[in-house]
């Protein structure tokens, strides 16, 4: 955990800002980049930046302490209720551009230029590939997810940055100061709450006026892709991760085979692209097999809770009181809603 961390930090059991620090081990080293020198923890002369990898952090109001480990300040209230996801392991290489492509388009209308300078939170970072360009553009990023494994992952893919603060917390109860980012922003995860508008709420109360909370969220399910992925969820949902990673692969073959190389190979074909565009899932042709797996695991073991109307969403962003609220429709296999608002 680097110390520029703690003057964002708020406890989330009592939302006191009080927290001390206890360090029990701590490294050095040496970032890429220069940092600011009144980075808390940076050597201007040196150029190295001290960070906490065990310790504690005690709440001065509440008592509650939070431990650090592995560099991971671990800030939830109670052992989460954690659905096993392959993207664990997603180690992707951010040289290919179909993952920076595939950022950009759920961030729209967020272009690059968008992050610089910004104080991010990542809401849902999963393995972090958000949480990575937002820093490669220019911002500083928190990070937070409630999988321990999901948040070391993320930790991992980002760990070139110093300016990317890997969080294990909580998005119903998230452990930082309010009105304290300019930018807030959350892709896939509210279809899968229980109550996703109360994070809504939560993500609201972190931006401060003027910052801008950008949102993708699943549209209405419609298509081959979603009735297959409903039926095959009712078949799979009891199934032991070992068994549905092996289901996962054998529907990814399926579909490399069936889907993806068709649409590969005839997409440019003069009045294919429109017949072979409701081949299932033909966007993922563009990702290594490892990451269709995780996917297909994740579809299957993740439920969707519900999804969201255009209007919906517009709607929710309207009575929390945002500003200049644009949304739009991202096209593919199924439809799905972004937007992104100004806080008032």
Request: with cysteine.
């Amino acid at each position: 955990m680097k110390y520029a961390l703690l003057q964002w930090l708020a406890c989330p059991a009592c939302r006191s800002t009080e927290l001390g620090l206890e360090m029990r081990r701590t490294r050095t080293s040496s970032p890429a980049t220069r940092l600011d020198p009144d980075t808390p923890g940076y050597d201007p002369t040196s150029g190295t930046l001290q960070e906490v990898v065990e310790g504690e952090l005690r709440c001065a109001s509440c008592s509650t302490r939070y431990t650090i480990e592995d560099g991971i300040p671990r800030l939830v209230v109670s052992p989460p209720r954690v659905v096993a996801s392959a993207h664990v392991s997603t180690h992707f290489d951010a040289s290919a551009p179909e993952w920076e492509e595939a950022f950009l388009d759920l961030a729209s209308p967020l272009g690059p230029s968008d992050y610089l300078g910004q104080l991010a939170l990542d809401v849902g970072c999963g393995f972090g590939r958000g949480a990575y360009f937002a820093a490669r553009y220019g911002a500083e990023v928190i990070a937070v997810d409630v999988d321990p494994e999901v948040i070391a992952t993320c930790r991992h893919n980002t760990r070139r940055f110093p300016r990317v603060h890997p969080v294990q917390a909580d998005a119903t109860r998230l452990p930082f100061r309010p009105a304290t980012f300019s930018l807030v922003y959350a892709y896939g995860l509210l279809h899968h709450l229980e109550d996703p508008m109360a994070v809504f709420h939560e993500c609201s109360r972190m931006l401060e006026p003027g910052g801008r909370f950008s949102l993708w969220v699943y549209g209405p399910r419609q298509g081959t892709a979603a009735a297959l992925s409903a039926l095959l969820r009712g078949i799979t949902k009891e199934m032991p991760s070992s068994e549905l990673l092996n289901v996962s692969r054998l529907i990814a073959s399926v579909l490399r085979l069936a889907s993806h190389t068709p649409y590969r190979l005839l997409r440019h074909l003069p009045g294919m692209r429109s017949l072979i565009s409701h081949l299932p899932l033909h966007e993922h042709h563009r990702w290594p097999y490892d990451v269709v797996v995780a996917d297909i695991f994740d579809r299957l073991r993740i439920p969707v809770t519900r999804t969201f109307t255009r209007e919906e969403i517009e709607a929710r962003f309207v009575d929390e009181g945002y500003l200049d609220v644009r949304t739009s429709m991202r096209m593919g296999n199924n439809e799905s809603v972004r937007a992104l608002g100004t806080r008032r």
